[in-house]
């Protein structure tokens, strides 16, 4: 699997110690809290769509929490690549006690927030490898990098997010 891991954002008593973006089975935002007396739930959590300017409507996702380990993951369940529009968004937890920005940019392997020649490089070193499981470029998880994966890959080059302000 692919991670994407941020700095902490410590707020109040409650804070965030990191977080990781996975792009397998459509996208998952993985966030582990420090310091929670009790559990998190789909009820918790807004997410907002900050380049659209809309919230993105709860039926979209869905929330599991483990209090062991205190790992809250967001999964977008939809099809692959249809998970979220690409953009950047805010989780907010808790009426907005705590918030995260995070992006979706699937076409975006390398996770620099643009979609470039160095994403085609990715892709070409994984280009007809079949293998189960999560596999960079495999856009479509047929479990193979073929032609499909560069046609969608070449459909997003110069796709960007912008760092938020």
């Known amino acids: 699997m692919f991670f994407l891991w941020v700095a902490a954002l410590s707020l109040v008593s409650t804070s965030i110690n990191h977080q990781k973006i996975v792009y397998d089975n459509g996208l998952e935002l993985h966030i582990a809290f420090a310091g929670l007396s009790g559990p998190v739930t789909a009820s918790d959590l807004s997410i907002y769509n900050i380049n659209q300017n809309q919230w993105v409507s709860p039926s979209e996702y869905n929330l599991t929490y483990d209090s062991n380990t205190q790992v809250a993951v967001v ?29 979706s940019l699937p076409s975006d392997l390398n996770r620099d927030r643009k979609t470039d020649t160095q994403d085609f490089n990715v892709l070409s070193g994984n280009f007809n490898r079949v293998q189960s499981g999560y596999q960079p470029a495999d856009f479509n998880k047929d479990g193979l990098v073929n032609g499909l994966d560069f046609n969608f890959l070449a459909s997003k080059y110069g796709a960007k997010v912008p760092e938020s302000n």
Not at 75 to 103: H, M, Q, T, W
């Open 75 to 103: 999964r977008f369940p939809a099809p692959p690549l249809k998970a979220l529009p690409d953009g950047l968004y805010l989780a907010s937890f808790f009426n907005g006690e705590i918030s995260l920005e995070f992006y």
